[in-house]
């Protein structure tokens, strides 16, 4: 079945950078698009942006250009997003989707000093 | 960007009833292919979403017959019927029509 495994929590420092990973499986990853989402206590989601496996073509939320880069290695079947100058507004649960519908566990982002 | 209104903020419900979640954009979610953008989800807590309707009113695979979505170009509605303990959580609605996809507040359901 479909399965969306992410990586583990982080704790980074302010300014720092991070690179969260979505390992795939149960489907076509080189015909998916995979979306990124960033969930803050409120509750509310926001979406990042999107890749598409097959080219690397992306779509980004105007939000988050400059903050996330999205990268895919279809070898693996993973996905990834790289954070950068990470500071306390970036603090939240990150997930990965396959086509909106399935969604990964999540990754916890802290941003401490 | 699209503006996604949820109401209620909350819902307490008697299981075995029914309930119903609305959701209102601030644009029309129907593209010219005639189709419209507008999805469910729900959260259980501690998880995360689940995709419940997709294109205003298309069970996702998996999902009990007991949910149901309809609506027109801005105003949604997502029905459960005869809601059971495993419905608790956060409902979301969504729209996928165009950049940036945006999501409302969340209702949360939580039995009586």
């Known amino acids: 079945q479909v399965k969306l495994l992410q990586s583990g929590a982080e704790l980074v420092k302010p300014g720092a950078s991070v690179k969260l990973s979505c390992k795939t499986s149960g489907f076509t990853f080189s015909t998916s698009y995979m979306s990124w989402l960033k969930q803050v206590p409120g509750p509310s989601i926001e979406w990042i942006g999107w890749i598409y496996a097959g080219d690397g073509g992306t779509n980004y939320n105007q939000k988050f250009k400059g903050k996330a880069t999205l990268t895919v290695d279809k070898s693996s079947s993973t996905a990834y997003m790289d954070l950068s100058s990470l500071t306390s507004e970036d603090a939240a649960v990150y997930f990965c989707?396959?086509?909106?519908?399935?969604w990964g566990q999540g990754t916890l982002v802290t941003v401490s000093s | 960007d699209i503006v996604m209104t949820q109401a209620p903020l909350s819902v307490s419900v008697t299981p075995g009833e029914s309930a119903s979640i609305s959701c209102r954009s601030s644009?029309?979610?129907?593209?010219?292919?005639?189709?419209?953008?507008v999805y469910w989800y729900l959260q259980k807590p501690g998880k995360s979403p689940q995709l419940l309707i997709y294109r205003m009113s298309n069970l996702a695979s998996g999902v009990p017959d007991r949910f149901s979505g309809s609506g027109s170009e801005t105003d949604f509605t997502l029905k459960i019927s005869r809601v059971e303990a495993e419905d608790v959580g956060i409902y979301y609605c969504g729209q996928l029509l165009e950049n940036p996809y945006t999501f409302g507040a969340g209702t949360k359901l939580e039995l009586k």
């Open positions: 644009k029309s979610l129907l593209h010219s292919n005639g189709i419209t953008y």
């Open positions: 989707a396959r086509d909106s519908a399935y």
